[in-house]
């Protein structure tokens, strides 16, 4: 049975769709990442399987319940780390961790979070004496206090240091291994490719790709990326060009992106062009696509239509 099973739910802020028809699950002890750009509905969607918010149309199973139900036992089963959780400045950490871990009727000890989440010897500091990179540590180890079988992670390494990033990582590697069950959401590409078994990208409340991150690539790791700044002068004569390229293209504030299959193709075709009027082609590079180039290339594209294959895109 998964841990997270959601059908044809929707949600709607008057005349504004949130959520629209949205179906997916979430296997026991994977790490599930919710993608999609901001006003997409992963937060809308997050709230309801939190039981924070109530949902319109649909069915949601978070644990084997209803999150609507506002049971218990549901509550005492999850963790939360929100974006930014409100902590008073004048506490401790290990005090934070204490009242937080009264609301769990199992908790972990204080001193293995705090070692969990790299903040080992720094139990009896006052909060606001922290950086922030630290401070946002203790918004994980409150998500963790209650020892959760399913943890919910908004964007948990936003204000970290590359150092304290791969440290997080290491803790939701930890935290996988231990059959432990995560639902992430993240704008850091390299995060979601490292750490999520299965993703889920939302545009305007609907599924727009889903899959592995190898899947996510799909038809992408047979296409090359070729991208150059577009010379602004030469903007009347765009369209004649691209429609000779037979990849993928579009300008965009004066960047030139070709998704192509036959990269020596239209690069013959985008550099003969150029030599032919005598400009540059500046920052001109081929490379393959990588999962953030993948996630801009469905948000821009998609026509807001569920594809039916994982890693499928829509092209608008």
Same mark, same amino acid.
């Given at each position: 049975m998964p841990a997270v099973a959601v059908s044809g739910?929707?949600?709607?802020?008057?005349?504004?769709?949130?959520?629209d028809d949205l179906s997916f699950t979430v296997e026991r002890g994977e790490v599930f990442a919710l993608l999609g750009p901001n006003g997409a509905g992963k937060s809308t969607t997050?709230?309801?399987?939190?039981?924070?918010?109530?949902?319109?149309?649909?069915?949601?199973?978070?644990?084997?319940?209803?999150?609507?139900?506002?049971?218990?036992?549901?509550?005492d089963?999850?963790?939360?780390?929100?974006?930014?959780?409100?902590?008073?400045?004048?506490? /401790? #950490?290990?005090?934070? !961790?204490?009242?937080?871990?009264?609301?769990? $009727?199992? &908790?972990?000890?204080?001193? %293995? =979070?705090?070692?969990?989440?790299?903040?080992?010897?720094?139990?009896?500091?006052?909060?606001?004496?922290?950086?922030?990179?630290?401070?946002?540590?203790?918004?994980?180890?409150?998500?963790?206090?209650g020892d959760p079988d399913l943890l919910f992670l908004d964007e948990p390494t936003t204000g970290f240091d590359p150092s304290a990033r791969r440290q997080a990582w290491a803790v939701v590697d930890g935290l996988r291994s231990l059959g432990k069950t995560i639902l992430l959401t993240s704008h850091y590409m390299d995060e979601v490719e490292a750490l999520a078994d299965r993703v889920l990208v939302i545009v305007g409340g609907r599924v727009v790709a889903r899959g592995t991150p190898a899947e996510l690539r799909g038809d992408a790791d047979r296409e090359s990326l070729i991208r150059a700044r577009f010379p602004v002068?030469?903007?009347? /004569? #765009?369209?004649?060009? !691209?429609?000779?390229?037979?990849?993928?293209? $579009?300008? &965009?504030?004066?960047?030139? %992106? =070709?998704?192509?299959?036959?990269?020596?193709?239209?690069?013959?075709?985008?550099?003969?062009?150029?030599?032919?009027?005598?400009?540059?082609?500046?920052?001109?590079?081929?490379?393959?696509?990588?999962?953030?180039?993948?996630?801009?290339?469905?948000?821009s594209q998609s026509d807001g239509e569920e594809s039916s294959e994982p890693g499928a895109t829509h092209n608008g």
């Open positions: 739910l929707s949600k709607s802020y008057g005349d504004v769709v949130a959520v997050l709230e309801i399987l939190e039981g924070h918010r109530s949902r319109d149309g649909g069915a949601v199973d978070v644990l084997g319940r209803d999150p609507g139900d506002g049971h218990r036992e549901l509550r089963r999850i963790g939360i780390v929100l974006q930014e959780v409100g902590i008073e400045r004048e506490l /401790t #950490v290990r005090e934070v !961790l204490e009242h937080y871990g009264a609301c769990y $009727s199992r &908790r972990l000890p204080v001193g %293995e =979070v705090l070692a969990l989440v790299g903040l080992d010897g720094l139990g009896d500091r006052r909060t606001h004496r922290l950086s922030g990179g630290q401070k946002r540590r203790i918004d994980l180890a409150t998500g963790l206090i002068e030469e903007s009347g /004569t #765009v369209d004649d060009l !691209l429609g000779r390229l037979v990849g993928r293209s $579009s300008v &965009r504030n004066g960047l030139l %992106e =070709v998704w192509t299959p036959a990269p020596t193709t239209d690069l013959h075709h985008l550099t003969g062009w150029a030599v032919e009027r005598g400009t540059a082609l500046d920052g001109l590079e081929v490379s393959r696509p990588t999962l953030e180039d993948i996630y801009l290339d469905l948000i």
